[in-house]
């Protein structure tokens, strides 16, 4: 017998959820959408099989088009993780927090984030906290100095913490028992500087942004470093990177911290696409954090610490193109560096 295989696209699933948030890009492909196997048996088949598909079309779509509407970001500034109505500008909730540099959305709709350097927490769509880790305590680091500066639930449900001070990647049951670890490649230990962002990669690799030492480097799962950029701003100089992602087509995105940009660059170390300081008129890149290449193929650039003349967030196309831009010095400040965003129907 054989077969053929379609895909369908199922409806925004900020459409069923009571925030109407929608999984971040990381799950887009292994979430939003499931593939069926259909067996073609004769020519019938094939017709019905096209029929099919254009039936499908109009009830399955991606997420709606338009800018962003819906806008979750956190401000150590203000102390506050909240959901923002983009097009009113209305807070429609908030959580208090004191330090923070990584944020996600899960695609059962809660959020994990962290409410100091040590602290990680899962909220449910009632943002009561169904689960928790305090880096401070656990595992060996009573006493220690430790800081969190990034942190990932990973599809077999445990969740990976990069915890600097230690400088090491642990990955930890739902009981907070660590199940993996490696150690990461610092020249001078630093609770506040070895890590930012770190990402877990499909090849089961850990993408790990080294702040002290300006450096992206992928570990693999014994912690033996296997690609190495050094992040540099446009003078040359070493920047202090805050994250980095593997992008589908293999090449890696990086938010250059103090380096005032964001650059694509290949697996050789090539540079193929950049967004610069002053890239256009009357905007300023300032101390670049989070980066994110969006399913629409547009690039989300989170510009902290760049005053209130700036905007803390840009949605730039492949042409260098500002598509969208958020400036909220009412419900957040100038010490703003993760934020997600979607639009709802």
């Not at 005032?260 to 300032?286: F, T, Y």
């Not at 700036?310 to 598509?323: S, W, Y």
Request: glycine residues 6%; contains cysteine.
């Amino acid at each position: 017998m054989l077969c053929c295989r379609i895909t369908v696209f199922r409806e925004p699933v900020s459409k069923y959820l009571s925030w109407q948030l929608s999984p971040t890009p990381e799950h887009n492909d292994s979430h939003n959408r499931m593939n069926l196997l259909l067996p073609v048996l004769s020519g019938r088949h094939v017709l019905l099989l096209a029929v099919l598909t254009l039936l499908v079309q109009p009830v399955f779509s991606e997420e709606p088009a338009g800018p962003p509407n819906r806008v979750l970001a956190a401000d150590y500034e203000k102390k506050r993780l909240g959901l923002v109505d983009a097009d009113t500008g209305m807070l429609q909730w908030e959580i208090p927090i004191r330090d923070i540099h990584d944020l996600w959305i899960l695609p059962n709709g809660h959020i994990l984030t962290q409410t100091n350097w040590t602290r990680i927490v899962e909220f449910d769509k009632e943002r009561k906290v169904v689960w928790s880790y305090d880096a401070a305590t656990m595992n060996g680091n009573s006493g220690k100095r430790v800081e969190v500066h990034a942190f990932q639930r990973l599809p077999n449900g445990l969740t990976m913490i990069a915890e600097s001070g230690p400088s090491r990647i642990i990955e930890v049951d739902k009981q907070g028992r660590i199940q993996n670890q490696i150690k990461l490649k610092v020249i001078k230990p630093d609770p506040h500087r070895d890590t930012r962002l770190v990402r877990k990669l499909e090849n089961g690799h850990y993408l790990v942004c080294q702040e002290g030492e300006a450096m992206v480097r992928e570990y693999d799962s014994k912690g033996k470093v296997t690609w190495a950029y050094a992040v540099k701003n446009a003078a040359g100089e070493p920047a202090a990177v805050y994250s980095a992602s593997r992008l589908r087509n293999g090449n890696t995105l990086i938010g250059c911290g103090n380096g005032h940009r964001v650059i694509e660059v290949d697996r050789a170390g090539m540079l193929v696409w950049s967004l610069e300081e002053n890239q256009w008129p009357g905007v300023k890149l300032a101390w670049v954090t989070m980066t994110e290449r969006l399913p629409n193929g547009n690039t989300l650039v989170v510009n902290c610490h760049a005053g209130p003349s700036q905007p803390q967030l840009l949605e730039v196309t492949p042409g260098k193109q500002i598509a969208w831009s958020y400036k909220d010095f009412a419900n957040f400040g100038n010490a703003l560096p993760v934020a997600r965003i979607w639009r709802t129907q």
